[in-house]
């Protein structure tokens, strides 16, 4: 039996990755992390215990809390961290840098020292910390350029998210060149699918088409985004830990690139088509507002190496996987609701429309 340290369990794609470990790898077991602030939801891991009975564990707490993390490693027999915890809303990052500060960087730094601490140096050939981190580390390309970011692309974040998550990427690199310490590093583009908390664009899209309300769109529209199904991220984050090479960093990303524009008529005409409604019907709602500050024009990435190292490649069923997903937020009241106090708060402390 194989115990993973999930940290940020309960929110969009850790809350996918416990699902993908305890269906894919019987043999494994889990200790969920996670702090529930307003971007983890209960809900996100429903039935996961009486689905997998003796194999899950939820623990509530944040991850800068030193002693708390001394007693889960002293009280259990960890064998790899998986660490997903984050502030991770760009937005959000411009009004509250100093949260992300605490969470993305002294977070990662307590929960890297304290693994250090708990695991004996002649057992980390055996053990694996993975530390999940983004593609916006690498900052922006131009829209012309066609030069993807490699691994070793300078880091060059240009928003508090982003250089939080690359100070976090640094310090986590750091642990395997001081000390040689089992640190893989991977880099992911945009993740969509079920559970992702409604402030982020494909389901802040789907809910205001759904109760008919504007669609806010930064800028012209034309900024670029490569879209992961967050069921392959998952995937190759099993292959990555199982295959990987520790102090290595992987690329991953779905190889689907579309402008925010072109992507929100598509969610358009999927909505449209799912409530028997006009092709056009939601495109009417579409509103171009003042652009995010700094907005990254485009992220691509050259992901020639976790595909030869692992053999991972992503699915290529966008259409399918963004109308499933489109569907699912259409009909999942229950976990709508549970995000309605915190998302009015945000939308109308956020979006002037
Ligand atoms: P999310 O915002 O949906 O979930 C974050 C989770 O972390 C929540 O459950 C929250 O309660 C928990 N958390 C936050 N602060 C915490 C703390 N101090 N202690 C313990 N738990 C805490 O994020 P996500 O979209 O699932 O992203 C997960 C990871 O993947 C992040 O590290 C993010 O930077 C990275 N990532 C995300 C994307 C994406 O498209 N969503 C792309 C690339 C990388
Ligand atoms: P987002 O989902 O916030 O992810 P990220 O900032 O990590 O890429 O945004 C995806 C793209 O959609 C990004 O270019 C910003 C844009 N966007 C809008 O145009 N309107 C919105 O209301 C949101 C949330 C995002």
Same mark, same amino acid.
């Given at each position: 039996? &194989?115990?993973y340290l999930i940290t940020g369990g309960c929110g969009f794609i850790g809350s996918h990755f416990i699902r993908y470990v305890l269906e894919n790898n019987k043999s494994s077991s889990i200790l969920n992390l996670d702090a529930l602030t307003y971007a983890g939801n209960p809900l996100n891991v429903k039935n996961i215990e009486k689905n ?46 100093? @949260?992300?500060?605490?969470? #993305?960087?002294?977070? /990662? ?17 055996? &053990? ?35 250089? $939080? ?18 640190? %893989?590093?991977?880099?992911? $583009? #945009?993740?969509?699918?079920?559970? @992702?908390?409604? +402030? ?11 109760? +008919? ?26 292959? !990555?830990?199982? &295959?990987? @090479? ?9 190889? @689907? ?11 358009? +005409?999927?909505?449209? $088509? %799912? ?11 579409? /509103?171009?507002? &003042? ?17 030869? +190292? ?13 109308? $499933?997903? !489109? ?27």
């Amino acid at each position: 039996m &194989k115990t993973y340290l999930i940290t940020g369990g309960c929110g969009f794609i850790g809350s996918h990755f416990i699902r993908y470990v305890l269906e894919n790898n019987k043999s494994s077991s889990i200790l969920n992390l996670d702090a529930l602030t307003y971007a983890g939801n209960p809900l996100n891991v429903k039935n996961i215990e009486k689905n997998y009975p003796g194999r899950y564990t939820f623990i509530k707490g944040d991850i800068t809390d030193e002693t708390l993390l001394k007693n889960i490693f002293s009280e259990n027999e960890i064998d790899h961290v998986i660490h997903f915890a984050a502030e991770s809303h760009v937005d959000r990052s411009f009004d509250d840098p100093m @949260q992300f500060v605490k969470t #993305n960087i002294v977070g /990662t730094t307590v929960l890297l020292n304290t693994a250090k601490e708990f695991w004996q140096k002649d057992e980390w050939n055996s &053990k694996r910390f993975l530390h999940i981190s983004t593609d916006e580390v690498y900052g922006s390309l131009s829209l012309e350029e066609d030069a993807k970011f490699t691994e070793n692309s300078p880091l060059k974040p240009r928003s508090p998210y982003a250089a $939080s998550k690359a100070a976090a990427d640094l310090l986590a690199q750091s642990y395997f060149e001081s000390f040689e310490f089992p640190v %893989l590093i991977t880099r992911c $583009s #945009n993740n969509f699918g079920p559970y @992702q908390y409604p +402030e982020k664009l494909i389901p802040l899209m789907v809910l205001n088409m759904k109760n +008919e309300k504007a669609l806010p769109i930064y800028g012209n529209g034309l900024n670029i985004r490569d879209w992961i199904y967050v069921e392959d991220h998952c995937k190759a984050l099993l292959e !990555v830990l199982e &295959k990987g @090479q520790v102090g290595e960093i992987y690329n991953i990303s779905g190889e @689907q690139e579309y402008s925010n524009i072109t992507l929100v008529n598509m969610i358009c +005409e999927i909505a449209a $088509s %799912l409530t028997n409604k006009k092709k056009d019907h939601f495109k009417k709602y579409i /509103t171009f507002i &003042k652009d995010r500050p700094g907005h990254d024009l485009r992220y691509t990435m050259d992901c020639s190496k976790v595909q030869s +190292e692992t053999g991972w490649k992503p699915s290529h069923n966008f259409i399918e996987n963004l109308t $499933s997903t !489109v569907q699912w937020y259409l009909t999942h009241n229950e976990w709508v609701r549970s995000c309605e106090l915190s998302l009015q708060k945000w939308m109308k402390s956020h979006y002037a429309i």
